[in-house]
Nanobody, 118 residues
Framework: QVQLVESGGGLVQPGGSLRLSCAAP????????MGWYRQAPGKQRDLVAT???????NYTDSVKGRFTISRDNPKNTVYLQMNSLKPEETAVYFC????????????WGQGTQVTVSS
């Protein structure tokens, strides 16, 4: 079982910023992609952003220009810088790590709560 360690969630006012981080164990190799998803109460889990091993990024349209995903490959860590946060972005944010390039295995973090409220 691969345990992903997430941190950085919390309460922030509308327009504020948060930075999430997620670290995978150092003995995990062949990570092809890392990313963040979010799930609001009563809703499905949706993609926020992903980044591949070569640095190619993908964002859901609603966060483009405000969120930035990055990764530190030697540390097996992915970050999500979130700026200009909106109340509707209140959700549990989950880290996702994909291991393998042909046969892929998905691993999920336990989730970190982000609350955007005044």
């Amino acid at each position: 079982q691969v345990q992903l360690v997430e941190s950085g969630g919390g309460l922030v006012q509308p327009g504020g910023s948060l930075r999430l981080s997620c670290a995978a164990p150092g003995n995990i190799f062949r990570i092809s992609a890392m990313g963040w998803y979010r799930q609001a109460p009563g809703k499905q889990r949706d993609l926020v952003a992903t980044i591949t091993s070569d640095g190619t990024t993908n964002y859901t349209d609603s966060v483009k220009g405000r969120f930035t995903i990055s990764r530190d490959n030697p540390k097996n860590t992915v970050y999500l810088q979130m700026n200009s946060l909106k109340p509707e972005e209140t959700a549990v944010y989950f880290c996702n790590v994909v291991v393998g390039h042909i046969l892929r295995t998905n691993y999920w973090g336990q989730g970190t709560q982000v609350t955007v409220s005044s």
